[in-house]
């Protein structure tokens, strides 16, 4: 811990970044929840009741050596500030609030609660060739071609959740929770009367197909 109760904790720009302070640490995650700096840190105090957050390293990554920005926060007149100095667009300043939810805490997991899903499933109303989708305990695949001529599209870890914010819903999601879709497919979601519907994720396209799967 830093030994500071106000600052030791968790910090959230709504819908932006958010920081872990712990131990000794700052953990730096994107609006996905993917970290993107995890360094070492420790406070200075400056004038005018000004607390520093200083990391051993400022930058923001998503891969190591290759800095997207640098970041610095401090904590004044009971706020905490947290500026991002961005190299083209320049700086983004905004003020964190102090969360109890960790980087994940509006997501409810419910891996092992619905064996009723598990099995083979087929595409509905398929122009062409059919799509298939295989749903395992902890696995996802899809294929495409005919029912003996299968080729597989991918495959993935997955988890069965829900959200707080949409109570009811059942989403099947990438089993990396910072992922918000499968590469070229969107999430999975549980749809009138045991229906799977996702996306394809086209760019640049007029409309944005979608694929139904029924339960054979």
Same mark, same amino acid.
């Given at each position: 811990?830093?030994?500071?109760?106000?600052?030791? @904790?968790?910090?959230?720009?709504?819908?932006?970044?958010?920081?872990?302070?712990?131990? =000794? &640490? $700052?953990?730096?995650? *994107?609006?996905?929840?993917?970290?993107?700096?995890?360094?070492?840190?420790?406070?200075?105090?400056?004038?005018?009741?000004?607390?520093?957050?200083?990391?051993?390293?400022?930058?923001?990554?998503?891969?190591?050596?290759?800095?997207?920005?640098?970041?610095?926060?401090?904590?004044?007149?009971?706020?905490?500030?947290?500026?991002?100095?961005?190299?083209?667009? @320049?700086?983004?300043?905004?003020?964190?609030?102090?969360?109890?939810?960790?980087?994940? =805490? &509006? $997501?409810?997991?419910? *891996?092992?609660?619905?064996?009723?899903?598990?099995?083979?499933?087929?595409?509905?109303?398929?122009?062409?060739?059919?799509?298939?989708?295989?749903?395992?305990?902890?696995?996802?695949?899809?294929?495409?071609?005919?029912?003996?001529?299968?080729?597989?599209?991918?495959?993935?870890?997955?988890?069965?959740?829900?959200?707080?914010?949409?109570?009811?819903?059942?989403?099947?999601?990438?089993?990396?929770?910072?992922?918000?879709?499968?590469?070229?497919?969107?999430?999975?979601?549980?749809?009138?009367?045991?229906?799977?519907?996702?996306?394809?994720?086209?760019?640049?396209?007029?409309?944005?197909?979608?694929?139904?799967?029924?339960?054979?």
């Amino acid at each position: 811990m830093f030994g500071n109760r106000t600052l030791d @904790g968790n910090w959230e720009e709504k819908y932006g970044y958010y920081v872990e302070l712990s131990k =000794g &640490n $700052i953990t730096v995650r *994107d609006h996905s929840k993917k970290i993107v700096a995890q360094t070492g840190a420790k406070l200075k105090r400056g004038t005018n009741g000004r607390i520093d957050v200083v990391p051993k390293d400022s930058g923001l990554s998503y891969e190591p050596g290759r800095n997207y920005a640098t970041f610095e926060m401090y904590y004044l007149d009971g706020e905490m500030h947290f500026e991002v100095d961005y190299p083209i667009s @320049g700086l983004h300043s905004c003020i964190l609030e102090k969360t109890d939810i960790g980087p994940f =805490g &509006n $997501i409810i997991i419910l *891996d092992g609660k619905r064996p009723d899903l598990h099995g083979d499933w087929e595409e509905v109303d398929a122009v062409g060739s059919k799509r298939y989708l295989r749903l395992a305990k902890n696995k996802l695949t899809v294929y495409y071609g005919e029912e003996n001529d299968k080729t597989p599209i991918f495959e993935s870890d997955i988890h069965y959740v829900n959200y707080k914010t949409e109570p009811g819903r059942l989403y099947i999601v990438n089993g990396d929770l910072t992922r918000g879709d499968f590469g070229a497919f969107t999430r999975f979601e549980l749809i009138g009367d045991g229906l799977l519907m996702t996306h394809a994720i086209v760019l640049d396209a007029p409309f944005v197909p979608k694929y139904v799967f029924k339960k054979v």
